[in-house]
């Protein structure tokens, strides 16, 4: 152990008026002599959090990562001086706190010449304790008790002047909330130093209450055009309607209307007179100014995606729509180009995992005219209908294709973090699935059964969703939390047909906390349930709870974390004495293909640690994660047989114009799950009918050499039955091989 000492606090009371508590940046480079900091710690702080005087100083501890690592993350030393600077700093954050009769000192510790160990040690004392607190200026009871929770200072307490601040602050924001635009707030205190007691005032002038009176528009066309909107329409989309009560929120709501409609370059809103009529009640005339851009926006974007290969989008734009506040947009998207039929020019271009995909063979498109209006007024919410046409296909699981569809929405906010959506859709559609998904997930194990499962059939969900927000940002949050709820509903009164009837559950949530810098901990859960409704038959395929991929569980491909079925590309005979069976060559001697099922419940949890290095923080961002989850089919004991699964990895994301470049990569240690096999085309035939082979069935197979009149052959019939799930395949024998690699762009959660 090294030695220890102690710094006088020489000239530390008369720093206290020369220095602001906020701390100056301390440096991230040791000069020669000037020792890292290891650990900065405090004791005595009875009163004040550590973490709090932590953000006061100006002497930092090398990062956890640093100090593990020894070559990453952030280095901080000890520049000279510092100590008596954080002394003094900490000492005028204890007066303010109400503790004026507060020392500090420090002790340094040298484990060796390099590093340095600090401790601040308090001595608190006696505080200044409040004693009264009266509020003066405010006769009306209705806005005393609302200006009541804004006092943050409670008699019996320390006499925190960061507190009588806050409260000052609170009291004008809801004066001016409550029309009241004039207003101003001070506080005082009278201190009696011996007794350390003191009696605390809020004053407060409310001037007069303000109404709207006059809203003068004044509107401006691009380029000095004439304006697509005239005045009264944009007077309208404020909401202030005169003689209704004029406070900042009001202001806020009105700015934040017309700046929704997406048409206007610049907008001002303020107050232009106050008049005083004879009731006493003031009222304020408003003054609003648009400049309104180009009315239409055309964007075009290309690019490359893993399971997408080339793919285009396209939109137009038209604010302003037939002279409304409305936004009208045509959309034209398209995916899968140069694999996808009639587009397929190209499928050795495309990733590997698209070419073995049976629904990426054709065109995925997406063709909509979206009609949407602004919120107007601070009640309203935001209006859209739209008409599409789609095709979309999910990896490996199935191919959705929409004929035509129509779907409306009102969305809503609530305060500043709280928002609602209701959504209705309608479509008529047509989902196409694996044989043997069919057969292992709804027993329809022949063409004739398989077909009213792949039929089009109307479709109508309704969607109810609240989303609560207290992040820092929507496309990289770095603090804060957010949750989201959603229910779905699909009975047949909704245009939905009888036999495909479904109601669901989904909802998340995400937490992000800062704990060095440049590093962010970031937290997400999220889960959902789906059940059929009476009277129906089975959950669509596009409704169905699927995980695995670039924003889910990491170690696994899109959509393959959960039950699954096998394709089997070849089967033995087995004579098993008067039956002949068909079962699968062992996994280690042949090639299979894995479908996914999906599931009725599933759940998905992820951990990041994303660090961004000094220098470059801008540019790149590493992040170590752990993604865990798990797919269930609720009610079906013979297919719901897969494990928890956790995936570690590591990753990089580079930034781009268009969003954060992803590439994540993780180790997968687990065996595919067991399921069941099949086999839809036999040896020595085109087409066949679908087979169960996984090893150990004993459906029996008959009628082998058979042909017709025209001399071909006839498939042979198998015995209907359980296809039972001993179908193993083994697990990857490389380390390498139990890697997964992806590439996306944006953040995974």
């Keep these: 152990m090294g030695p220890r000492h102690r710094v006088p606090l020489v000239l530390a009371s008369s720093l206290l008026l020369a220095l602001p508590v906020q701390p100056m940046a301390q440096s991230s480079t040791c000069h020669p002599g000037v020792p890292e900091v290891e650990r900065v710690s405090f004791s005595g702080n009875l009163s004040i959090p550590t973490r709090s005087l932590a953000d006061v100083i100006e002497t930092k501890p090398s990062s956890g990562t640093r100090r593990l690592t020894r070559f990453f993350g952030d280095r901080h030393c000890l520049p000279p001086g510092a100590l008596l600077r954080d002394v003094a700093r900490l000492m005028l954050y204890y007066r303010r706190a109400g503790y004026p009769r507060v020392a500090v000192d420090t002790v340094v510790d040298h484990p060796n010449a390099e590093r340095v160990r600090v401790l601040f040690t308090v001595r608190e004392n006696a505080p200044i304790l409040v004693d009264s607190i009266a509020l003066r200026g405010v006769i009306d009871s209705a806005l005393r008790a609302q200006l009541g929770p804004d006092i943050k200072l409670s008699p019996g307490h320390p006499l925190d002047r960061f507190l009588l601040e806050t409260s000052t602050s609170s009291m004008l924001i809801t004066l001016r909330r409550a029309g009241y635009l004039t207003a101003t707030a001070r506080h005082r205190e009278v201190i009696d130093s011996t007794a350390l007691r003191s009696s605390v005032s809020f004053e407060v002038a409310t001037g007069p209450r303000l109404h709207v009176g006059e809203v003068r528009v004044t509107t401006r066309g691009p380029d000095d055009e004439t304006p697509i909107l005239p005045p009264g329409k944009v007077r309208r989309l404020t909401g202030l309607k005169p003689g209704a009560i004029l406070g900042s929120q009001e202001l806020a709501d009105a700015r934040r209307d017309l700046d929704a409609v997406g048409l206007f370059e610049q907008v001002s809103i303020s107050l232009d007179t106050i008049r005083d009529p004879p009731n006493g009640e003031a009222v304020a005339d408003v003054s609003v100014n648009t400049q309104e851009g180009p009315p239409n926006q055309v964007r075009l974007a290309a690019g490359y995606a893993t399971l997408d290969c080339f793919r285009l989008q396209t939109r137009h734009q038209r604010s302003g729509f037939m002279r409304t506040t409305g936004q009208m947009e045509v959309t034209a998207n398209f995916s899968k180009i140069g694999i996808g039929d009639p587009l397929d020019f190209a499928p050795g271009l495309c990733s590997s995992e698209v070419r073995a995909d049976p629904y990426s063979r054709q065109l995925n ?139 669901g559950v989904r909802a998340g949530t995400s937490a992000y906390f800062p704990i060095a810098t440049g590093t962010v901990l970031a937290a997400r859960l999220q889960g959902g349930a789906v059940r059929v409704l009476p009277g129906a038959d089975f959950i669509p395929q596009g409704e169905r709870i699927f995980a695995g991929g670039a924003t889910s569980v990491r170690g696994y491909r899109q959509n393959e974390v959960g039950p699954r079925v096998y394709l089997a590309d070849s089967v033995r005979t087995i004579v098993s004495g008067p039956d002949t069976l068909l079962w699968a060559f062992p996994p280690d001697s042949t090639g299979w293909r894995a479908v996914p099922t999906g599931g009725n419940a599933g759940a998905v949890a992820n951990l990041e640690l994303r660090y961004r290095p000094a220098g470059i923080a801008s540019l790149l961002q590493f992040v170590a994660f752990l993604d865990a989850g798990k797919i269930w089919v609720l009610g079906d004991a013979d297919i719901n047989n897969t494990p928890f699964v956790v995936t570690p990895g590591l990753g990089a994301r580079a930034s781009t114009p268009i969003g954060p470049l992803r590439f994540d990569i993780a180790y997968n240690r687990y065996a595919p799950p067991t399921g069941p096999a099949y086999r839809d085309t036999s040896v020595g035939l085109e087409t066949a009918p679908l087979y169960c082979v996984s090893v150990g069935n004993t459906l029996p197979v008959t009628g082998f050499g058979r042909v017709d009149a025209q001399g071909n052959p006839i498939p042979p019939v198998q015995a209907e039955g359980p296809c039972p799930s001993t179908f193993n395949p083994s697990r990857p024998r490389g380390f390498f091989d139990r890697l997964t690699l992806t590439f996306s762009i944006g953040q995974a959660f």
Aim: proline share 4%.
């Design 365 to 503: 498109y997406y063709l909509a005219g979206t009609y949407t209006v602004a919120r107007a007024g601070r009640h309203a919410g935001a209006r859209s209908i739209s008409l599409y046409s789609e095709r979309r296909s999910e990896y490996l699981a199935f191919l959705k294709t929409t004929y035509i569809g129509a779907s409306a929405s009102v969305g809503r906010y609530f305060g500043r973090n709280w928002s609602a959506t209701t959504a209705y859709d309608l479509s008529y559609a047509k989902t196409q699935a694996e044989p043997a998904v069919l057969c292992a997930t709804f027993s329809a194990c022949i063409e004739a059964d398989r077909e009213q499962f792949t039929e089009a059939l109307p479709f109508g969900l309704l969607t109810l969703g609240v989303t609560y927000d207290r992040t820092d940002g929507s496309l990289d949050p770095t603090r804060g939390y957010n949750a989201r709820f959603q229910f779905r509903i699909a009975p047949s009164w909704l245009g939905t047909a009888p036999r495909q009837q479904v109601m």
